[in-house]
């Protein structure tokens, strides 16, 4: 099992931030820094300060040289998916090749109602997600790229330059949805992201994307694997970290990604690699 992190940039310092991702990019046991992308603090005082996830990775990425790198996830609303698609493709320049791109279909409907973005019904939303997969792969892809979907239109539209990484940037789906996520992640996924649950429902979900991948003949071995470890609010429960990661690691789970709670905290990364070390 590999181990990457997490720091949500909400009620939190960037100076802090910061910190622990430097520090982390000096520790090889932390494979990935990863950050989110809401407007809002989620399950938290919405009032509160919160960082754009997007500008706030390009930022970690100029600071870091070695940690992959990337947003869980970006939620497909909030951005037209040429947009993302040209971000993403920067971003794996800037950062020479680290990114990878998360995306998922978008749920929260507080930032949407307070910004005005619409957040249509689950099918709909769901049908935009498929769509938007569609044009970024092409645009990450291809010379140019013609789309005529239902939600999106794309005429000899270029995305250039492309990203370092081929054939594209990889793509890391969030979610656990069996009748369009899991379809989605078996047709355009590297990475799968169970955002939680127990190790029962990961490997129920598991066992469904498996089976997704066999009906359109895709070996799901190509399918990377991770969760949320969470890591108590006061930083400092690590038997109970450790224990979360040992049943996933059991379960076959490829990358534990540990949630860090502010305030971030560099002196808490060395601890959680000497407990967890066991499991690499």
Sequence with gaps: MRFGFK????????????AVWQAADELPFYESGWTFDHFYPIFSDPTGPCLEGWVTLTALAQATTRLR??????????????????????LDVISGGRLDLGIGAGWNQEECDAYGIELPPLKER??????????????????????????????????EPKGVQQPHVPI??????????????????????????TVEDFRQKRDVLHRHCADIGRDPAEIMTSTHLRLGSDGDDIEAL?????????????????????PHRPDVLGPIADALSHLT
């Excluded at 720091?7 to 910061?18: G, K, R």
């Excluded at 990450?140 to 995305?159: K, P, V």
């Excluded at 890391?172 to 649950?197: D, F, M, S, Y």
Aim: with cysteine; net charge negative.
């Design 69 to 90: 790198v990337g947003v869980m996830v970006t939620g497909n609303v909030y951005r037209h998916p040429a947009v993302l698609a040209n971000m993403a493709a920067s």
């Design 242 to 262: 450790v224990a979360q990661a040992e049943a996933f690691a059991d379960a076959g789970l490829d990358l534990g990604v540990i949630y860090l709670p502010p």
């Design 172 to 197: 890391c789906i969030g979610g656990g949805g069996e009748k369009r996520t899991l379809p989605a992640v078996a047709r355009h996924a590297q990475h799968w992201n169970v955002p939680g649950g």
């Design 126 to 159: 769901f049908d935009r997600f498929d769509e938007a997969l569609d044009v970024i792969v092409s645009l990450l892809t291809s010379e140019t790229t013609t789309f005529d979907g239902q939600h999106y239109q794309l005429r000899d539209a270029r995305c």
């Design 7 to 18: 720091t949500s940039p909400q009620n939190t310092e960037w100076a802090d931030v910061l």
